[in-house]
Structure formats: C-alpha cells, structure tokens
C-alpha cells in the first residue's frame, strides 16, 4: 500500500510539473496551411502583415502561395503592386511580387468570429495595409486586407493570353480562397466571410457576384459607392472623353485591341516581348496604368458584363449592403477644373453629355441655384450617373436577397486626401472611409465619431448575421421601404429616388 501510495505522490507530482512549466502558446504566432507568421500585438489588437497569399507570372493566373519553413516574419506590409502614384496618393511601386495581405483581430482569444475581406478602391494604385482596421476590429471581427494587381497588370488583354483583363478578379477570388483555408487560425468563422470595397473595390464585388468561380467565397458583401451598373455621359469623368455606356465592363475583343495598340507604343510585336520588358518601362507610357482600369467580360471569368447579368437576375444570392454619399462627382469635378484654377463651362458641358436634353436639364437644375458652375456640374453627375446607378443596382439586387440601401450624407466630412482648394467638397466620393477605419489625417468632431461608432456598428452586425440593425441603432429597412441617410445626428431613413431626382432622370 505504501509503494502505490508514493508511486501515486510521484506521478501526481509529475504532472503538476509538466503542466507548470508546458510553454503556453505565443498569440503573436498563427500558423497558416502553408507555414507559420510572427505578426505583432498592441493594446487591443493583433495585427499580422505581409502574409504571401498567392503568386502570379504576369498576366496569368495566380497560384496559392508555397509552403515555408520556420517562421516567417508578418510584422510590415508586403511589396505593393505597380503602381505610379498620383497627385492625391503620392505612392509608387515597382515590383510585381506583391500578392500579399493583412490580417487584424482583437487581442483577447476567441473563436468563429465574423470574417471581413475588404478590397481598397482606385484601380490603378493603393494596397490593403493603407486601411488601418483597428475599429472594425474592436466590435470583434477579424480583418483581412488585401494587395491584388492594378491598372495595366491586371486590366491588359492580348491576343495570347487566357482571360484577358480579369487578372485582379482572379486576385480577389485567390486571396478568397486563402480566406476560407485559413480564417479560423486567427479565430474567424470561416463559414461566414463578408467581402466589402469602395469605388473600384467596389466594382469588383459586382464582378464577384457574377463571376461564376467566387459561388461560395463569400457570404456577404457591402458595396460603398461602386460602379456595377453606372455609364459615363460625354465628358463627365475626364473633360473631352467621349461617352460610354459601361463605367468598367469592357468586352475582351476591345481590350485586347487596346492591348495591342499599347504593345506597339512599347516597341513589342508579341506577348514574349510584352512579359520580358522591365516594369518601369511599362510604367513609362503616358496613361498606360488608367487606361486598363477595366475588367473585361466574355471569357472564362466573367461570360458576361456584371451589370447584364445583374440586369438578369444572374448573380450569387448573398445579402448586400450598399451605397454612395451625396455628393458623389464633387471630387472628380474639383480636380478637373477648381484645383487646377479653370472654371467649367456649364451650359456647354450639359450640351455635350446630354445633347437635346440639355435644355430641360439646364432647367432641372439651373446654375443660380449653386455657388458655382462646378457645384451645378457635380450635382447632374452625381444624379445622373451615381445615384441613378446605386439605385438601379440596389432595386434589382433586392428583388432575390436582403439588400440595405445607405447614402453617406455628412457634407462636412474632413478631406483625408492631400488635396488643397476651397472648394466646398460636401459628401464627397469615398468620404465615409474615415468613418469606416482609422485615418491619422484626419480629425472627427464629437457628433461625427458618434455616427462613425454607429456606422461600424451596423457594418460589423451586418458581417455577424446578414442584418445591420442592433440595440441602440436607428431602424434600417430593407431597401424596399427606403434608404437609410447617415448623417452626424441625423440618422434617419429616406426616398433616396426623390432626393436625387430619378423620377427626372429615368
């Protein structure tokens, strides 16, 4: 008895000891399906960067990332993807080895949290590092931002090549499928993942919801201030541009020629010369990097235009939530004419977009009514073009799943953007980014942070369930019964085809 009596004190010991000094896990280390990160832990976040999610030859499709050893370092972002920079985004890249992304979550252990993936907009430059997420992260959610190729790198066609200008799509779905494989290692649900952009990361939301190989990578999606369905009227984004009838849907027949017509200002005669030159070269030709801000429909990745398809009820049956802010053109105008001290000559730019409806708009909206020529302009294009295209997309999304229509309406939303004029931008395009994540550049006022707190409430609720609303928040209906407006003070549902004149515009 003596002998099982200290045998049992021996063991018991043991495992007491084994237990004491069994190293705990490190929380600054996840490991991944193809190796573990090392990212860094502040205050009430864990943030992991310049995680390699796939790689890509140019212009091919990309591949999930290899397998590494060890532990790799996750503590600063990956390369950027080519980009020149303009003159509101003073950033430049040249280095087409730059499929990575980042990864937010709150600090404290959990487990099946919301998943959010969001794409950054502009189709020609920026990465997701620049999207600080800490807020979003708070409400417990995890987020991941990503880097996917821009401008001529993923937009080009050329006869040779499979899927021409799908190639930043085909991004996006890769770092989807990354998404789905590895959420629950930072402690998301991978079987709830929401997918949200703004303008251009926006746009390619209305691809994924067509495109055939996303069924199944997302769960939701919110869309601020996207292009789906949106034309462009003679001259409306850039002065003397002709009129279009998709804002970036392009077949794949007239990007390949733009392609080719851009391989003979590079000196190359085949896509062997095309895929040898160096990238700042490519970088060089004048406008090369906007012109391919496009992605193109009739092959593989998309069949058809997002907005047809949409148009025809083809389209994966997600919940949605989407909108735009009130003075959607007032950014694109200013730049155009006030930062570069010219004044628009309104009554011609009319005649020019609309040609013999001129006169009736003219009257609809008559430039007394504005303190400048610029200010009437904006105002017809954000009706015209923005409003009239959110609210196309929105009614007929809604008629096969939950869609919550918005309209960012603070028309004294500071400008983040290193832009200086006195121009009056009021809910300018992209303005609810700092209310959505945090900008250093930027300085709320006490009644604006209340409605940045409400707005991230109802994006990380609507990520949680398909379902903004929430205790403490103003009612939001579905889109059907009207449009929510968010304003500091003044959150408060809308007729968003009244305010914006579609009944004229229609």
Known sequence: MRTLLAMAVL???CSTTGAATAPRPDPAVVKTDTGAVRGTISGEHRLFQGIRYATAERWAAPRPAPAWRGVKDATKPGGMCPQVGSAYAPISSDTEDCLFLNVTTPAKAGTGRPVMVWLHGDGALGAGHFSDARKLAERGVVVVTINYRLGVFSGFGHPGLRDS?????QDQMEALRWVRRNAAAFGGNAGNVTVFGVSYGALAIGGLLTAPAAKGLFDRAIMQSGETMMDMPAGSMVPGLPAYPSFAWRPEAEVIAMGEHFAEQLGCPDLECLRRLPVKKILEVPQIMNAFQVYAYGNGVLPDSPATAIREGRFHRVPVLAGATRDEQSLFVAMNYDMQGKTPDYPKLVRE???????QILRKYPVSRYKSPSMAWSAVLTDRMWARA??????LLAEHVPVYGYEFADRKAPMFLPLETDFAWGAYHAADLAYVFEEKEVSLSAAQRKLSGQMIDYWTNFARSGDPNGRGLPAWPQVSSGTLALEP?????IDYAARHRLGFWK
């Not at 977009?353 to 006169?359: I, L, Q, V």
């Not at 959110?390 to 009614?395: G, K, L, P, S």
């Not at 003070?489 to 549902?493: D, M, W």
């Open 11 to 13: 063991l018991t010991a």
């Open 353 to 359: 977009a609309f040609g013999a409806k001129a006169p």
């Open 165 to 169: 200008g799908t190639y930043g799509l």
């Open 489 to 493: 003070g003044a959150v408060r549902t």
């Open 390 to 395: 959110t609210h196309e997309q929105n009614t």
